[in-house]
């Protein structure tokens, strides 16, 4: 049956595919930010946030989550996630140089 190593094949490039997506959740999860903040976080826009640190971005989120920080665009966006979402693209926006 010529179709099984061919099919077999197809299959496992799928499966590389989807690890391969994800691989970088914080990308996908701060992907949300780059209309504003610049592709990958680096601007032009609003303040550019790549390369600030882990702590930094996480902390002000927090902030913004709470109401007390900023004009209410970034706590509308800042509620949109989880605390363990939040370190994630936290931690891959402060890797970008
Ligand atoms: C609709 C536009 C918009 C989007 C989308 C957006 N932001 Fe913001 N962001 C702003 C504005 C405007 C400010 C300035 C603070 C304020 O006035 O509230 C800001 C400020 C910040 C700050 C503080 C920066 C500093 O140096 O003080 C951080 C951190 C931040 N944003 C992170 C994010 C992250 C992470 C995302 C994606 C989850 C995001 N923003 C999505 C508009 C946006």
């Not at 930010?33 to 592709?39: D, S, V």
């Not at 826009?45 to 882990?54: E, H, I, N, R, Y």
């Not at 970034?74 to 989880?82: E, S, V």
Request: charged residues 15%; aromatic residues 8%; glycine residues 10%.
């Amino acid at each position: 049956m010529w179709k099984s190593p061919v099919l077999a094949t197809l299959l496992s490039l799928t499966v590389v595919g989807a690890q391969a997506q994800v691989a970088a959740p914080g990308r996908l999860l701060a992907s949300n930010c780059f209309q504003c903040h610049g592709t990958n976080g680096k601007g032009p826009g609003f303040d550019s946030l790549a390369g600030k640190s882990s702590n930094e971005i996480y902390k002000d989120l927090k902030e913004f989550q709470s109401g007390k920080e900023g004009n209410g665009i970034m706590a509308k966006h800042a509620m949109a996630y989880t605390d363990a979402q939040l370190k994630l693209l936290s931690a891959w926006l402060s890797a970008q140089k």
